[in-house]
């Protein structure tokens, strides 16, 4: 695997492999990789010839008061993990690369709506940050088909209305969650966890799954579905943030007739902000 840090080495790799015929795959992380990430690639190399990844914690998706200075960087180990599940290219850029000169002053990429609620209400700018990143590194890498992990489900909504907005001529591929044995969604963001959080934290998988059973039984009345697992939450020692029964499509609360359904719940467990969600159909 070769590692590069500059755009312009990275568009000379990249052409070299299209002009060949290549299929370019690309899956973009933000590095502190788990099984997740590289089930991304794995299934990236499936489906494209050559797989692209990029390491790059983006601050303009990062709050002011939030982890953006004590974010995991492992680099060396990403790297390690990357070239062993056969990744070909790595993207390590450093900041300034990605974003020469003041970054607020730039132009920037804002998808409305699909925005407005659940972690976009609790996180104000964050997916603009996304955006913005995710169209920089599409320009950059142009690649034939994305790919990003469900457990963000309302990033991937975003990053798939993205594309068709911008008319991106790639495909985008969500890929399901990958999970700890006690069911917990995998997370960078785990490593704040204790033992006994990692324990307690599975609960909120327990409380999509119990949710998702009560609607395939007929329950209708989803605000009752949101108390019920909120109140599960706080006694397991969950600060519940939201827990919504929502269409899949737009992310609008759900009603009595739709039948392709997401359930997306955020909620703190110690230090760390867990996000998790179950998608079905009725």
């Known amino acids: 695997m070769k590692t590069v840090n500059s755009i312009e080495a990275l568009r000379a790799a990249v052409k070299a492999q299209r002009m060949a015929g290549k299929r370019i795959g690309f899956v973009p992380t933000m590095g502190n990789l788990h099984a997740g990430h590289i089930t991304l690639v794995t299934e990236g190399l499936r489906q ?5 990844s990029s390491v790059f914690v983006n601050p303009t998706q990062f709050g002011p008061n939030e982890d953006f200075d ?5 680099l060396d180990a990403d790297a390690a993990k990357l070239e062993a599940a056969g990744c ?5 850029p450093p900041v300034d690369e990605m974003y020469p000169g003041d970054q607020d002053t730039w132009a920037k990429v804002v998808v409305t709506e699909i925005t407005d609620r659940h972690c976009g209400a609790a996180r104000p700018g964050h997916f603009d940050g996304v955006s913005t ?6 320009n950059i890498v142009k690649p034939d088909v994305a790919l990003f992990g469900k457990k963000d489900f309302q990033q991937l909504a975003v990053i798939r209305r993205m594309t068709t907005a911008l008319c991106f001529d790639i495909e985008v591929v969500g890929v399901d969650t990958v999970r ?9 963001r785990n490593g704040y966890l204790s033992a006994d959080e990692k324990n307690r934290g599975a609960k909120l998988y327990r409380c999509l799954c119990a949710a998702k059973e009560a609607i395939q039984q007929g329950e209708r009345d989803y605000m009752a579905v949101s108390q019920r697992a909120n109140q599960e939450l706080t006694g397991a020692g969950f600060e519940p943030e939201y ?8 992310l609008e609360p759900a009603t009595a007739t739709d039948s392709d359904l997401v359930i997306l719940a955020a909620a703190r467990m110690g230090k760390a902000r867990l996000i998790d969600n179950i998608d079905f159909q009725l």
């Open 243 to 250: 827990f919504s029964v929502c269409r899949a499509d737009t």
């Open 133 to 138: 990143v995710v169209t920089k590194l599409f």
């Open 180 to 188: 700890e044995a006690n069911g917990l969604a995998m997370s960078s």
């Open 88 to 92: 070909h290219l790595l993207f390590a």
């Open 70 to 74: 004590n974010y995991p960087r492992t």
């Open 48 to 52: 494209a010839d050559f797989m692209v």
